[in-house]
């Protein structure tokens, strides 16, 4: 399998955590090529993966259909001005790998049903000094994601120095109190 297709290493540490979901589906959020969604629906997990990219979703919806995956491809720019993506839809839990768009934040948290999961990883600001994304509104200040949610239950979280790939980066894993 390709390196880069491999699922989140954190996902799979903590998939255990998918046991205990709501009813719903989990929203994999700027998918690219659904390294994710295809991990998380070969195990029988609802997924709708969100992305720009119709190349990358096309795949993902081919792959679906040979393998007869709950897959929902939903092409998005998330980065819209005034658009509200997400309003008004639930979601057991979202993933969200390598993307960073702050003013989505308060929506992401809005879009989690009750005892729903966010699973949380993009870059921090060290990662500029060894690669890429070296643009500052791509990169997490340290402490900046846990105080995105701090409102949510923190189940994860850490931010530092990663290897294989080498990279700065933050875990956030966090349940939705129930409403």
């Not at 954190?10 to 009813?23: G, K, T, V």
């Not at 959020?29 to 190349?55: M, Q, S």
């Not at 992401?108 to 699973?119: H, N, S, T, V, W």
């Not at 690669?131 to 931010?159: I, R, T, W």
Request: include cysteine; hydrophobic fraction near 45%; glycine fraction near 6%.
């Amino acid at each position: 399998m390709h390196s880069n297709l491999s699922p989140a290493a954190f996902l799979i540490e903590h998939q255990a955590l998918f046991d205990s979901l709501p009813p719903g589906p989990v929203l994999d959020l700027a998918c690219g090529h659904g390294r994710n969604t295809l991990y998380l629906a070969r195990k029988g997990i609802p997924v709708w993966c969100a992305d720009r990219n119709p190349e990358a979703l096309a795949a993902i919806a081919a792959i679906a259909e040979a393998e007869r995956l709950p897959i929902v491809c939903w092409q998005l720019d998330l980065e819209q001005p005034d658009s509200a993506p997400l309003a008004g839809r639930q979601f057991a839990a979202i993933v969200v790998c390598h993307y960073l768009h702050r003013p989505l934040m308060p929506a992401l948290q809005a879009a989690l049903l009750p005892q729903g999961i966010i699973f949380y990883e993009t870059f921090l600001s060290q990662q500029a000094q060894i690669g890429k994304p070296s643009n500052p509104d791509f990169l997490l200040k340290p402490g900046e994601l846990k105080q995105h949610f701090a409102s949510l239950q923190p189940l994860h979280y850490v931010e530092g120095e990663h290897q294989q790939p080498h990279r700065f980066s933050a875990q956030l894993i966090a349940r939705n109190h129930a409403h």
